[in-house]
């Protein structure tokens, strides 16, 4: 598939998800509520980090596929905190479905 079809879809998607922001963040705490003990409030704050994630990769993301190498640099530093953020977030859902879970751990952003 070409680069800039799948650029075009990111963006999309980013747009999509983000054009009915409390829309998502209430479905990512609602994910989050029902798969681990947290209680609402908190699942609603880890929804909006996520939510400010993604905003933070559809604003650093160029109109076009990037054409320079430092274009390149900061769109493959936002993926990789998206990435790590939500590697971090799969973990501790997982944590909390195990018998052994702390239920007051450290934020997920930094």
Not at 45 to 74: E, F, I, M, W, Y
């Amino acid at each position: 598939m070409n680069t800039e079809i799948l650029y075009l879809l990111l963006r999309t998607s980013l747009t999509a998800t983000l054009s009915d922001r409390e829309a998502f963040i209430n479905r990512v705490a609602a994910l989050i509520t029902q798969h681990t003990d947290r209680n609402p409030a908190a699942a609603r704050q880890l929804g909006n980090h996520v939510a400010v994630l993604l905003a933070a990769l559809k604003t650093s993301l160029p109109p076009r596929p990037a054409d320079t190498a430092t274009d390149d640099k900061q769109l493959a530093h936002t993926l990789r905190r998206l990435a790590d953020t939500l590697e971090r977030l799969d973990r501790r859902l997982a944590d909390n479905d195990s018998p052994h879970t702390t239920p007051n751990a450290s934020p997920l952003c930094d």
